[in-house]
């Protein structure tokens, strides 16, 4: 019903900037909220942060006051864009959406994310 496209990943150094956008298609009905995750080998998959559909957003402590979550509701595009970059933040990311369903439920769906490297 839904699909989740990302692109902007890649190479960048230690200090760089990147813009990871995600886009949305297929049967949006509302959308509860958004959100960027990531995974880097052999870790667990983290939140990044999240953004509801009240535009409020909440970030993982660990990219706090560096990444900042947008979105423009005209495209169907949520954005990450990524300020000093750390080789910690080598990872690949992910983007999430809760959809709300006519009958009252959520569905949830993932892209198939995006990779990050920094070097130092």
């Known amino acids: 019903q839904v699909q989740l496209v990302e692109s902007g990943g890649g190479l960048v150094q230690a200090g760089g900037s990147l813009r990871l956008s995600c886009i949305a298609s297929g049967r949006i009905f509302s959308i509860n909220l958004m959100g960027w995750y990531r995974q880097a080998p052999g870790k667990q998959r983290e939140l990044v942060g999240i953004?509801?559909?009240?535009?409020?957003?909440n970030y993982a402590d660990s990219v706090k006051g560096r990444f900042t979550i947008s979105g423009d509701n005209v495209k169907n595009t949520m954005y990450l864009q990524m300020n000093s970059l750390k080789p910690e933040d080598t990872a690949v990311y992910y983007c999430k959406l809760i959809n709300q369903t006519p009958r009252g439920g959520t569905l949830e769906y993932w892209g198939q994310g995006t990779q990050v490297t920094v070097s130092s």
């Open positions: 953004i509801t559909s009240d535009g409020i957003t």
